[in-house]
Structure formats: C-alpha cells, structure tokens
C-alpha cells in the first residue's frame, strides 16, 4: 500500500490566557491511498486539532509544528495560496454540525458548484450541473431544485449529505470527516456511513474518520487510531484493536460501550478523568487511571512502538490485557 | 413579495392617520395660539385672525377640515406664522436641502463604516484595528455641535478650502461639510457593529467550511462573510436614515443651510400648527418608508426571512 499523508512530530501548540499547552504532542502515523482510518478518542484528546493543523485551520492563538507530507510537499510549510489549492481540491473536509456548517445565505448549489470553478475553473454553469449531479449522487430528491434551496429548508441528515457531496465535488485523494455523524440521529447515522463507504470506494478517497463513537468505527473502518492526551496510544487493523486490545485505555473503551452480543448488567467506566493538558504527569498521561499502572509507568512516558503485524502501541506493560476486573 | 408591500402600505395609512390625530391634540393641548405674542391683540383682531384660518370651529371640525384637505387637494394648509406661505411650500423649499445632505451622509456612513469595519475585524488585534477602534469610539463621544464649528474652524478659516456655510443650490462644496460633519458618529457606529458582527462571523462553522473548501480570504469575505455579517448594520439603518433625511437642526444652523431640520423646530416654537403637523407628516411617512425598505433589504439579505 503508498502512504498518500505522512505525518510527523505534529504539535499544536495552544497560547491561552497566563500559559500555553500542547493539544497535539507528537503524533507520527501515516495514511494509505484508498483506506480509511478511524481516529478515536475523547474530547480534548487532540483528535479533531491535530487534523485541523494540516488544514491550516488551528484557530487564531494555535500554531502547528513537525510534518505533514502529502503529494511532496510539507502541508504545514506551504503558504496560504499554496494551501488554498490543496484544500478541498484533494483534501476535503467535513464538519461535526451539519446544521451551522453550511452557509446560510447560500443556496447550496452555489456553495457546492463554487469548489468547481474555484479549483478547477469550471464555469458556473457547468460547476452547477455537477453540484446538481453529486446532489443525486449523495441521495437528495429532486436534485434540480434541490439545488436552488438555501441550508435552513434541509433537515440534519440532507445538509450533511450536502457537505460529503461537497467535500467530494473534486474527488479528492482524502476526506477527512470529523464527527461526521454526531449531530444526526442513530438511522441517520446508519444511512451516512453507507454513503461514506459506497462514494469513498468509487472514488478511490482516503477517509479519515475522527469519532468517538466505536460503533461506528467497526462498521466502517479498516485501521484505527487511538488517541490519549495529544498522543496516539494504539494504532492497527481495527478487529486486531478491537478483539485484543493492548492499550489499557482501549480497552477501557471497549468495556465502556454496550454491546449487543453480551448481556452486562453495567459497563465498566474508566475510572478518572483525562488529563489537564497544562499540567501533565511526568510519566505516561494515561497512569493516574490504568489498572496496569506500574512503577515505572510514573515517572516514564511510553513511547510509540511497533508490534505484530501492522501495530504500534504506546505503554509499558507487554502482552495481552486480562479484564479490568480480574487485573485490579 | 408584493402581497407584503401592498400589506404594509396598507397599514401605513391608519398609521398615518393616528399619528395626525395624537399630534393635533398634543398642539391643540399646549395653552396659546400663533398668535399670542407679546403684544396684545384687540379681542376683535383676534377673532378676525381665528376665523380667517379657521381656528375658531370646534376642534373635531378642524381635525376633520384639516384631514380631509390633505386626502383631497393634497393641501396641509397654509403656515399660521409666515403669511402667503404654504407649508407645502415650506416644506418643497427645506426637504430637497436636507435630503440631498441626508441621503450622502446615509451613503457615505454605511459605505465607510462597513469598509472600516470590516478591515478592523480582518485585521483583528492589529495597528488597524487598534486605530480604527480608538477613532471610532472618539467620533461616537464627539457631538455634532462639537464637530461641526471645529469644521468650519479647519477648512473655512484655517485651510480657506471649503464655504462654511449656505447651501448655494445644493453645490458640491456646501453639501460636503455638513455631510461630514453628519457622517462623523454614524460612520463610527456603523463601523463598530460591522466589526464585532464580522467577528462573529468569521468565527462561524460555515466561514471554517469555506477555508477547508480552499476558497481565498478575500473571496471568503466578500462572498460568504459579508452578506450575513450584515443583518445586523442593516438594522442600525433604519434608524439611521429616519435620522439623516428628517434632517438635523444643528446642521441647518451651523451651516446656514435652510433643511426642513430648523423649519421644524421653529414651526413648533412659534405654535405654528399647520407647518409643525405637516413636517410631522412628512417624518412619519419617511419613518414607515425606511422602515419598509430595511425590511426588503432583510429578506435579501436573509434567505429565512420570506415576505
């Protein structure tokens, strides 16, 4: 498989009032041509920043460092024109909330056909056509006047279709999608990741899925990473993490969600709360809630290191993880 | 679109209609007549005055008389205090001054406050910023009595550049200093709210939606960001045009400018009826007309708002 983004040493860096702190702290993974990777975490574990970064879209008091190659070229060095003709010509991206992501003031057929005669100078009637055209392709009825309505007249799940036929108006070599699904309800959810699926495989797209939600990842993803406190903490094939996790976090997070197939009569939560990024323990950030807490867990932070076929885990403790119960 | 404006023309008309009747009573309230002045008149003088304008019917008979002139002839009667003129008259000689100077003031304070305003908030916390928002908030505490004399100090008798005052037809050199000096603390507000509601904008999900799209800074300004950040400068303009085509009294006297702002005032100083109720007339009128079109304006602007 050719690595089509390879990231290194990415930091975000934060300034906020009396202080700064890093949300991204060294990330290192790479993305294949025409797979897609699930990033997983919690709130404020970097997930959505670091992506963010590559897009040039930290906000005002952030900056971003390290590597992001893709086509040749560093993402994080180019300037803001440069930028302009990567972003949503070959990486696209979509937004958590469908309902505010969208112009208002637009019609969606204009803000659709405008990525057209942006990036490829298409002229208005033609980019207007295929707004039209990529409408039908996502699902939207009536596509022709469809195409004439402003956000406001669209439900939840129409306007997110309308950002993925957006996102995929010049079939960009990656989609990164974060949260995609968040704002919309559960059968909608369902109906969005098919789509997600069926247009990515036509188009040969990279996806990158930021979530939080694991039901989601199994049912679309071939490679997952997880991400803890800036970091990634576990990366691999998504049934390798899934049914043998080695991250004591992931699995916490696997014992978390309910699951069908099991009666539990409680999920096991994780026990604490994510680090605060300004004050970070000196060891491994996840050690003030890991049940395989070890000395050395304190006072050295794990580093990333690869294992068996195609994973990489960032902890002290080596093989497979017993039940949270019987460990502690 | 043209069921709303048909609707709201309809309305205007009992509007029109209240706002005579409240203001006749309020004129007809205050003791005295136009023609009580310091001199005594003849018991006889005076009842001859009052029949000859009429003043001496009931008043819902002059209400009605007065009424039905307007819807009739069009004829708002004649002044009570400068004989041989009609305040038809009065206010054809005063408007067309003051809504020439109104109407560039109302131009040159929406264009250059959203100009400024949106360079403040493009360049948020930079020198321009800065500099926009200290003269700004200078030129909003700066009165117009304040600003106008210091005008006139700078370009009539220091610079010699500009007349300091008369409105010699309406030339290009009168109508600049009371413009600008009209503009001062409109351009300021206006600047200011276009500022901070173009923040808010810029920091909306739909402005970061056009950024991951690829499309340029200034085309996201111009084609996404302008039109919304708008709405809320579009509100400030109905008051605002109200303000500058009704005219301004301190402008008129300053600059010797003869607008319809100083026949107002002295219309309601000297009891002048007939003057006072038809300039009120003519405010309330352009009141409902500029409200009507900052309403279209909304619904161009904003696709939620149907008509």
Known sequence: MTEILTVEDLRVRFTVHGGSFEAVRGLNFALNAGETLAVVGESGSGKSQAFMAMMGLVARNGSASGTVMFGGRDLLSLTPSQLNEVRGREIAMIFQDPMTSLNPAMKIGAQMAEVLTEHQGTDRRAAWKAAVEMLDRVGIPEAVSRANSYPHELSGGMRQRVMIGMALMCQPKVLIADEPTTALDVTVQAQMLELFKTLCRETGTSLVLITHDLGVVAGIADRMMVMYAGEAVETGAVDDLFYDPRHPYLKGLIQSTPSPDERKSYLTPIAGMPPNLTRLPPGCPFAPRCAWKMPICETTAPVLLPFGAGRARACHFDGPLVSVESAS | ?307
């Open chain 2, 1 to 307: 679109m043209i069921r709303f404006i048909l609707r709201r023309l309809a309305i205007a008309i009992p509007t029109l209609l209240a706002l005579i009747v409240v203001s006749f009573i309020l004129m007809k309230v205050a003791p005295g007549n136009p023609f009580t002045g310091e001199k005594t008149l003849p018991k006889e003088v005076m009842a001859n005055i009052m029949a000859r304008y009429g003043l001496d019917k009931p008043e819902w008979q002059q209400l009605l008389d007065y009424i039905s002139n307007i819807v009739l002839h069009f004829d708002f009667g004649p002044s009570f205090k400068y004989k041989d003129r009609s305040v038809t008259e009065i206010i054809a000689q005063g408007f067309p001054v003051t809504f020439t100077y109104g109407m560039w003031t109302f131009v040159v304070s929406t264009v250059l406050g959203v100009f400024v305003g949106v360079l403040a908030a493009v360049r948020q916390n930079s020198w321009v910023d800065y500099l926009s928002l200290g003269i700004t908030i200078g030129a909003q505490v700066v009165p117009v009595y304040v600003v106008a004399p210091l005008l006139v100090l700078i370009f009539t008798l220091w610079l010699g550049w500009l007349p300091g005052g008369g409105w010699n037809g309406g030339h290009w050199s009168n109508v600049i200093l009371p413009v600008v000096a009209l503009s001062f603390s409109l351009v300021a507000s206006v600047a200011r709210i276009m500022r901070s509601s173009m923040l808010e904008v810029l920091g909306s999900n739909y402005i970061r939606t056009a950024r991951a799209k690829g499309i340029p800074g200034y085309k996201i300004i111009l084609r996404h960001a302008l039109r919304p950040a708008l709405l809320p400068v579009v509100t400030y303009l109905a008051p605002m045009l109200v303000y500058v085509i009704t005219g301004s009294v301190i402008i008129d006297m300053y600059f010797s400018t003869g607008g319809i702002g100083s026949a107002f005032v002295n219309s309601a100083l000297n009891r002048d009826y007939s003057t006072a109720m038809g300039i009120t007339i003519l405010y309330g009128t352009l009141t409902i007309a500029g409200n009507l079109l900052v309403d279209l304006i909304y619904a161009w602007i904003d696709p939620k708002i149907r008509l």
